[in-house]
């Protein structure tokens, strides 16, 4: 093993020019090399006294990456989260709380440690971040990062520009090194423990301190630089014991300098990874879905139902509101075709009185484009935006794009619909379902001009107030087809939003997340059991939810399972909790509140579908039920804690019954507006019937918990506090309690140990 001094003086390099050889990488040890060939006068006694005075072993040097898949001198492998090749960024919320991690190791026994380095959509490192062993025996790190900073604001919101700044493709590198000081402490403490070979080891670790404090990388100031070259001299003090002389090197204040501004030998940095940051309610969002047609909707003397428009509809604003919602989703507003029309449930034939399906678009009157007349003009539907916007709540406008067979685009685009033999349109078909009264577009013909069309479409609403859309079917459209409109619409309007109603395959869910669907419908009205729900809750809630942001609901206009239907009130509540706080995005389709639960005999959705038809409804019920002040209670709690925003801290907690299932949130403290670790722990019984008890297991030490004693829980719904440990005893009857949503109530020492345990 070549020594330091002897690896500096056959490359006529000093200690710093060494250092930042070291640093700099291959075109500056290039330049050295090259000097280093010159004929060179000899070394005057000022310039020797220069040169390093202690000796040890050469440290670990960069070697060049020239071409991907060149490993450098430390080996970083299997970066997470990645997916297609790094084909499609990562997305986060802005602010939001997430994971990466990577294997970082080198050769033989050398130690090595890892950072996590995050640069903005301009370049700037934002953040040097040490990362923790996850696995040793995998050399696994990890680290939680955020990128800007977590916000409330909407689009129209005073100050949202300097949030629209911070949004964009973010990068995270990760940097590995030698841990020089680490392996030599570790071996070090065993030679002067068995008094082997203690000289040459406090020898070199002398030198390795004098040469941290000439290190550029290590970022020292200069009462940083005197306690390592003071360290590194009283070590060479062979008057003194081999222990005392190791205790200079082997304390808290080198430990400190250790985990603050390491010696980083070798170093070595990966690829760039992107992560696109959106904004906010991209991630975290709570829907709130009403037809406008039955706000306000009332019962004449004649006995006709009278239906509501824009100006009533503001009730169902204000509802959401009250509820705690922040976004409002409406089923298409257009106006709704004649022929075929469908009559209640899906009919084939409707009355005269009967008012359609709003996914029947397009009449005489106009397409996508425009209003129904029934509901308004164009400037009620901006009103009604601006009254949404004041109350704080966005608007999201369904966007089905299938035509009425009355439809302008029939006439005025026949090539953009497909014909059958005999020269009719085709209408929409999912044998046996038929929907005559629904003509689904071609994309084979025209993809382009049905672009554009459908680009001039959504920038008309979104001047008109709408910042969200969520889209209808759309994995019955090509993919790439949505890729293009999507991108766009947001080069023009970056806030927009969308949300993918695809119920469907998911290779084909997951390739529309990649095409720019910010959120999507998904499987969870049909995950009911304890095993199915955990499987659900990690695949939600893990690497997936880097590229997938499901959104839980546990009905829509289309979906009524039978857990809800035939399970009342508590299966209910049962569902509100599990969708508020197993996923940052939830969302209630309006009703729910009065268990509208009366399910068709021939379809797993409601009777008297509100699809085909105006709802009266007596909103005061809702007080005597109980949902409304649940749901409010919810909305509540995710607002107070930030634990609730992620898609990457869930943590299944084991439950001894399979009817309970548990869960723990956990936001670090570095990433909370108080600076303190916000952890929620949610208890749900899954059986709407009957009493379930269990035991609940908490990994203390995992979390972060304390582990000598009890810690105090308080129920964020009830207001009930106990104390817990590692096992505990839960008791929920869903006549009384169908859940608990515990939050960890520490005081300020137990959370900073609680934070050192998470260092």
Same mark, same amino acid.
């Given at each position: 093993?070549?020594?330091?001094?002897?690896?500096?003086?056959?490359?006529?390099?000093?200690? +710093?020019?060494?250092?930042?050889?070291?640093?700099?990488?291959?075109?500056?040890?290039?330049?050295?090399?090259?000097?280093?060939?010159?004929?060179?006068?000899?070394?005057?006694?000022?310039?020797?006294?220069? &040169?390093?005075?202690?000796?040890?072993?050469?440290?670990?040097?960069?070697?060049?990456?020239?071409?991907?898949?060149?490993?450098?001198?430390?080996?970083?492998?299997?970066?997470?989260?990645?997916?297609?090749?790094?084909?499609?960024?990562?997305?986060?919320? /802005? *602010?939001?709380?997430?994971?990466?991690? $990577?294997?970082?190791?080198?050769?033989?026994?050398?130690?090595?440690?890892?950072?996590?380095?995050?640069?903005?959509?301009?370049?700037? /490192?934002?953040?040097?971040?040490?990362?923790?062993?996850?696995?040793?025996?995998?050399?696994?790190?990890?680290?939680?990062?955020?990128?800007?900073?977590?916000?409330?604001?909407?689009?129209?919101?005073?100050?949202?520009?300097?949030?629209?700044?911070?949004?964009?493709?973010?990068?995270?590198?990760?940097?590995?090194? +030698?841990?020089?000081?680490?392996?030599?402490?570790?071996?070090?403490?065993?030679?002067?423990?068995?008094?082997?070979?203690?000289?040459?080891?406090?020898?070199?670790?002398?030198?390795?301190? *004098?040469?941290?404090?000439?290190?550029?990388?290590?970022?020292?100031?200069?009462?940083?630089?005197?306690?390592?070259?003071?360290?590194?001299?009283?070590?060479?003090?062979?008057?003194?014991?081999?222990?005392?002389?190791?205790?200079?090197?082997?304390?808290?204040?080198?430990?400190?300098?250790?985990?603050?501004?390491?010696?980083?030998?070798?170093?070595?940095?990966?690829?760039?990874?992107?992560?696109?940051?959106?904004?906010?309610?991209?991630?975290?969002?709570?829907?709130?879905?009403?037809?406008?047609?039955?706000?306000?909707?009332?019962?004449?003397?004649?006995?006709?139902?009278?239906?509501?428009?824009?100006?009533?509809?503001?009730?169902?604003?204000?509802?959401?509101?009250?509820?705690?919602?922040?976004?409002?989703?409406?089923?298409?507003?257009?106006?709704?075709?004649?022929?075929?029309?469908?009559?209640?449930?899906?009919?084939?034939?409707?009355?005269?009185?009967?008012?359609?399906?709003?996914?029947?678009?397009?009449?005489?009157?106009?397409?996508?484009?425009?209003?129904?007349?029934?509901?308004?003009?164009?400037?009620?539907?901006?009103?009604?935006?601006?009254?949404?916007? @004041?109350?704080?709540? @966005?608007?999201?406008?369904?966007?089905?794009?299938?035509?009425?067979?009355?439809?302008?685009?029939?006439?005025?685009?026949?090539?953009?619909?497909?014909?059958?033999?005999?020269?009719?349109?085709?209408?929409?078909?999912?044998?046996?379902?038929?929907?005559?009264?629904?003509?689904?577009?071609?994309?084979?013909?025209?993809?382009?001009?049905?672009?554009?069309?459908?680009?001039?479409?959504?920038?008309?609403?979104?001047?008109?107030?709408?910042?969200?859309?969520?889209?209808?079917?759309?994995?019955?459209?090509?993919?790439?087809?949505?890729?293009?409109?999507?991108?766009?619409?947001?080069?023009?309007?970056?806030?927009?939003?969308?949300?993918?109603?695809?119920?469907?395959?998911?290779?084909?869910?997951?390739?529309?997340?990649?095409?720019?669907?910010?959120?999507?419908?998904?499987?969870?009205?049909?995950?009911?059991?304890?095993?199915?729900?955990?499987?659900?809750?990690? +695949?939600?809630?893990?690497?997936?939810?880097?590229?997938?942001?499901?959104?839980?609901?546990?009905?829509?206009?289309?979906?009524?399972?039978?857990?809800?239907?035939?399970?009342?009130?508590?299966?209910?509540?049962?569902?509100?909790?599990?969708?508020?706080?197993?996923?940052?995005?939830?969302?209630?389709?309006?009703?729910?509140?009065?268990?509208?639960?009366?399910?068709?005999?021939?379809?797993?959705?409601?009777?008297?579908?509100?699809?085909?038809?105006?709802?009266?409804?007596?909103?005061?019920?809702?007080?005597?039920?109980? /949902?409304?002040?649940?749901?409010?209670?919810?909305?509540?709690?995710?607002?107070?804690?930030?634990?609730?925003?992620?898609?990457?801290?869930?943590?299944?907690?084991?439950?001894?019954?399979?009817?309970? &299932?548990?869960?723990?949130?956990?936001?670090?403290?570095?990433?909370?507006?108080?600076?303190?670790?916000?952890?929620?722990?949610?208890?749900?019984?899954?059986?709407?019937?009957?009493?379930?008890?269990?035991?609940?297991?908490?990994?203390?030490?995992?979390?972060?918990?304390?582990?000598?004693?009890?810690?105090?829980?308080?129920?964020?719904?009830?207001?009930?506090?106990?104390?817990?440990?590692?096992?505990?005893?839960?008791?929920?009857?869903?006549?009384?309690?169908?859940?608990?949503?515990?939050?960890?109530?520490?005081?300020?020492?137990?959370?900073?140990?609680?934070? +050192? $345990?998470? @260092?």
């Amino acid at each position: 093993m070549r020594t330091f001094l002897a690896y500096a003086r056959c490359r006529n390099v000093s200690d +710093e020019k060494f250092h930042t050889m070291n640093r700099y990488g291959s075109t500056t040890e290039r330049k050295y090399r090259k000097k280093a060939t010159r004929t060179r006068k000899p070394r005057t006694a000022r310039q020797t006294s220069k &040169l390093p005075t202690f000796v040890g072993e050469a440290p670990a040097t960069p070697i060049p990456v020239k071409e991907a898949g060149q490993f450098g001198r430390i080996n970083i492998l299997n970066f997470k989260p990645t997916a297609e090749d790094g084909v499609y960024a990562a997305r986060v919320e /802005i *602010g939001e709380q997430f994971t990466v991690s $990577a294997q970082v190791f080198m050769e033989g026994r050398a130690k090595v440690g890892a950072t996590a380095v995050l640069k903005n959509p301009r370049g700037r /490192i934002m953040a040097r971040v040490p990362m923790q062993v996850e696995n040793a025996g995998l050399d696994l790190y990890t680290v939680n990062l955020q990128a800007g900073e977590h916000s409330t604001l909407a689009p129209w919101d005073e100050g949202f520009d300097d949030v629209k700044k911070q949004l964009g493709n973010w990068k995270v590198a990760i940097e590995g090194w +030698e841990d020089s000081y680490g392996a030599w402490l570790h071996d070090a403490r065993i030679k002067v423990d068995v008094d082997s070979d203690v000289e040459n080891t406090l020898t070199s670790g002398a030198e390795m301190l *004098g040469r941290w404090a000439g290190t550029r990388d290590s970022n020292l100031d200069a009462a940083q630089r005197k306690t390592l070259r003071d360290a590194a001299k009283q070590m060479m003090d062979t008057t003194l014991d081999a222990k005392t002389r190791l205790g200079f090197a082997d304390n808290a204040e080198i430990e400190a300098l250790h985990e603050s501004n390491p010696l980083r030998d070798g170093l070595t940095q990966s690829a760039d990874h992107v992560f696109h940051v959106e904004r906010p309610k991209s991630s975290f969002a709570a829907w709130y879905q009403f037809f406008p047609r039955s706000e306000g909707a009332y019962i004449d003397e004649n006995g006709k139902k009278v239906q509501g428009n824009f100006h009533t509809a503001v009730s169902g604003l204000e509802r959401a509101k009250a509820e705690g919602f922040n976004i409002v989703y409406l089923p298409p507003i257009f106006p709704i075709g004649v022929t075929n029309r469908k009559g209640p449930d899906g009919a084939l034939h409707a009355g005269p009185d009967d008012p359609g399906s709003p996914f029947g678009i397009g009449s005489e009157l106009g397409g996508h484009d425009t209003v129904d007349p029934l509901l308004g003009t164009m400037d009620d539907f901006k009103a009604f935006c601006q009254r949404a916007h @004041e109350l704080g709540l @966005e608007v999201a406008l369904d966007f089905a794009l299938q035509c009425s067979p009355d439809h302008p685009w029939v006439k005025e685009h026949p090539n953009w619909f497909r014909t059958k033999p005999d020269g009719s349109i085709a209408y929409a078909e999912n044998p046996p379902k038929k929907y005559q009264d629904i003509y689904p577009i071609d994309f084979d013909n025209d993809l382009e001009g049905i672009e554009h069309e459908v680009e001039r479409i959504m920038n008309l609403w979104i001047d008109a107030g709408v910042t969200i859309f969520r889209v209808d079917n759309p994995h019955t459209k090509p993919v790439r087809f949505w890729q293009d409109v999507l991108a766009a619409v947001t080069k023009k309007h970056p806030e927009v939003l969308f949300l993918a109603e695809a119920f469907t395959r998911p290779a084909m869910v997951r390739a529309l997340s990649y095409a720019g669907f910010t959120q999507s419908h998904c499987y969870f009205p049909w995950r009911n059991t304890r095993e199915e729900l955990e499987q659900f809750l990690q +695949e939600t809630n893990g690497e997936g939810g880097f590229y997938q942001h499901n959104t839980f609901w546990p009905t829509t206009p289309d979906i009524l399972t039978a857990y809800v239907r035939d399970g009342g009130v508590a299966a209910h509540a049962i569902r509100a909790v599990l969708a508020a706080l197993g996923s940052p995005s939830w969302g209630i389709y309006n009703g729910y509140e009065l268990i509208e639960n009366s399910q068709r005999s021939d379809a797993e959705e409601q009777s008297q579908n509100e699809k085909f038809e105006i709802k009266v409804r007596d909103w005061s019920a809702a007080d005597k039920i109980g /949902i409304s002040e649940l749901l409010t209670s919810l909305n509540d709690i995710r607002s107070k804690h930030v634990a609730t925003t992620s898609y990457h801290n869930l943590t299944i907690l084991p439950s001894a019954n399979g009817n309970v &299932l548990a869960f723990a949130r956990q936001t670090d403290a570095q990433f909370t507006p108080d600076g303190k670790t916000d952890t929620l722990i949610v208890v749900v019984n899954l059986d709407p019937f009957n009493q379930q008890q269990s035991s609940i297991h908490v990994d203390a030490e995992a979390l972060g918990l304390p582990t000598d004693h009890p810690y105090h829980v308080k129920d964020q719904l009830t207001g009930r506090e106990y104390d817990w440990s590692w096992d505990n005893f839960v008791s929920l009857a869903p006549w009384a309690d169908v859940a608990h949503v515990f939050h960890v109530e520490l005081d300020d020492d137990a959370d900073a140990d609680s934070d +050192e $345990a998470n @260092e």
